[in-house]
């Protein structure tokens, strides 16, 4: 089964400042879909930003972007100026034949 | 319409109890997961249903039964739960080559 390891239990970032999240995932497939969730304490999962591993440029969302590392099977998360509205659980997951979650990292943001 | 719509939104139950948790989608997907989540912990996936046929039960106990009576409906009977059984239920649905649309989930409490 496919494996996904976020590292990084808690981060902490001060608010205008950029945050690098991190996670690595282990399968034998080519091709698959990487996501990054946010979850608010309100607990519902909200899509941050997608990777299609077929596709080599990182995606971006307005300050969010990812750096895509097929070959390590990597795939971090970049945060740019960073907002209060920004605290949450993050989480990486992968989606092949099912979607499989990292264990989450605590982002916390200091005003 | 990319809305999941998950009910109840709280539930308590009694060990003794039957229930049953709905989920409903109307995106045409034809891939619904069920994911149990226990707090600051990720979603666990529980079952997976591809073309209303369940694909996947990661080992899940009989107290736990899914059903899927059509494309749009996803349901998750339950009976006889145990106080450990108490989490955060959340239903996904999936389309071909997209991320997973979460429902804001259902509070199980089980007393």
């Known amino acids: 089964a496919q494996t996904v390891t976020q590292s990084q239990p808690e981060m902490s970032v001060q608010e205008a400042e950029t945050v690098t999240l991190s996670c690595t995932y282990d399968?034998?497939?080519?091709?698959?879909?990487l996501f990054w969730y946010k979850q608010p304490p309100s607990r519902q999962m909200i899509l941050v930003i997608r990777?299609?591993?077929?596709?080599?440029q990182n995606a971006t969302e307005n300050r969010f972007s990812v750096n895509f590392q097929k070959a390590a099977k990597s795939f971090s998360l970049k945060i740019s100026d960073s907002q209060l509205g920004d605290a949450a659980m993050y989480f990486c997951a992968y989606r092949r034949d099912d979607m499989r979650f990292g264990a989450g990292t605590r982002l916390t943001v200091k005003p | 319409d990319t809305e999941v719509t998950q009910t109840p939104k709280h539930l308590v139950m009694g060990m003794t109890n039957k229930k049953s948790l709905k989920c409903e989608q109307h995106m045409g997907h034809r891939a619904m997961y069920w994911y149990k989540q226990k707090a600051k912990k990720p979603p666990e996936l529980m079952f997976v249903y591809s073309y209303e046929k369940l694909s996947i039960n990661e080992s899940v106990p009989s107290r736990f039964s899914p059903e899927c009576p059509n494309s749009s409906l996803l349901n998750l009977h339950l009976h006889a739960l145990q106080p450990e059984d108490s989490a955060l239920y959340l239903c996904a649905s999936i389309g071909f080559r997209t991320e997973a649309f979460f429902g804001q989930g259902t509070r199980l409490t089980v007393v």
């Open positions: 990777q299609e591993a077929y596709k080599q």
């Open positions: 399968t034998s497939e080519s091709d698959y879909y």
